[in-house]
């Protein structure tokens, strides 16, 4: 090893911090591999002890920020997803131990390769691989040459893991110091500050453009917790009086997510808009098209009327 190598990683050893006796290899990948959020001030907690498959799976998922494709919101985020935001950014990495000793990290990557999900990284820094099978052309079934993936599926890890032996899952926390330095240089690097001129004008063209509907909006949903303010006032008025009274409560809670659900992405768009202090973006060739935000303004706003919601 060159002696510029060896500082190198000397360097990165001893900025370790509480990472310090991790491998070599699993520290390097948690603090200066691509987007990683690991660093000196990063901790390990416990995951699962004396665990399986599926709890490595479900450890690297976490990490990963995966969601059930049921539990994906459509226009704003769903409670399981902004949960899993969360954990991606508190949690930088899995590691492994199998009796007592560092062994392996996981990964997850949602966008499936090469038939598979999940990366397993050895101590040594290697990869764990599986045989694929390569096929050409239109002849699904004969086989022409093999190839090493390193992506494996997850009934595939217990080929690279011994389960009969202890294993230990681990999850590395983020390093909050790290994290906070990275979003100081990403506002840096941040689009020019819009002046409060131009986002009152794009409000008001909204507005105009499209007859009050962020008003009406607005008002609708006033008016509908109000509604159900009252009810709710009247059921207990008429217990007082030793009277009964019952209200569909499925029907106003239905119009009142409903009305949420549109004032959330009304609000998401017109304020991406307002960041930006544009409703359409430049093309190389100098002519100009919606920007995306304008675009899902004016798709829900169809929407609205074609269904008066």
């Known amino acids: 090893m060159e002696f510029k190598a060896f500082l190198k990683e000397q360097e990165l050893i001893e900025s370790a911090g509480n990472l310090k006796g991790l491998p070599k290899a699993f520290i390097k990948e948690l603090v200066t591999s ?47 997803e902004i949960q899993a935001k ?29 038939g598979g999900n999940y990366r397993i990284i050895v101590s040594d820094g290697s990869i764990a691989t599986v045989k694929r099978n390569k096929n050409h052309g239109k002849i699904k079934r004969r086989v022409y040459d093999q190839f090493d993936s390193q992506y ?29 330095k990275r979003q100081e240089r990403a506002a840096d690097r941040a689009v020019p500050k819009i002046s409060a001129t131009r986002k009152k004008a794009i409000v008001k063209f909204l507005e105009t453009k499209y007859d009050g509907m962020i008003s009406q909006a607005n008002t609708r949903l006033q008016e509908l917790t109000q509604k159900i303010s009252k009810q709710v006032n009247s059921i207990i008025s008429n217990a007082i009086q030793g009277k009964e009274k019952t209200i569909n409560a499925k029907e106003l809670t239905d119009s009142l997510t409903k009305e949420i659900n549109n004032a959330n992405s009304l609000a998401y768009y017109v304020s991406n808009m307002v960041k930006t202090g544009s409703i359409k973006d430049k093309k190389w060739d100098g002519t100009a098209e919606d920007t995306w935000a304008y675009k899902k303004f004016k798709e829900l706003s169809k929407e609205m009327q074609d269904k008066k919601l």
């Open 86 to 114: 969360a954990d991606k950014e508190n949690y930088a990495g899995v590691v492994i131990k199998v009796d007592g000793e560092w062994a392996f990290m996981a990964e997850y990557d949602e966008y499936t390769q090469d």
């Open 34 to 80: 691509y987007n990683s959020l690991g660093g000196k001030d990063s901790t390990l907690q416990l995951f699962k002890k004396n665990a399986k498959q599926k709890d490595v799976t479900a450890a690297a998922k976490k990490c990963g920020g995966w969601i059930k494709p049921g539990e994906r919101g459509y226009r704003h985020l769903s409670s399981v």
């Open 152 to 180: 494996l599926k997850a009934n595939e890890i217990s080929d690279i893991i011994d389960f009969d032996q202890e294993v230990d899952v681990y999850l590395v926390t983020t390093d909050a110091n790290r994290i906070l």
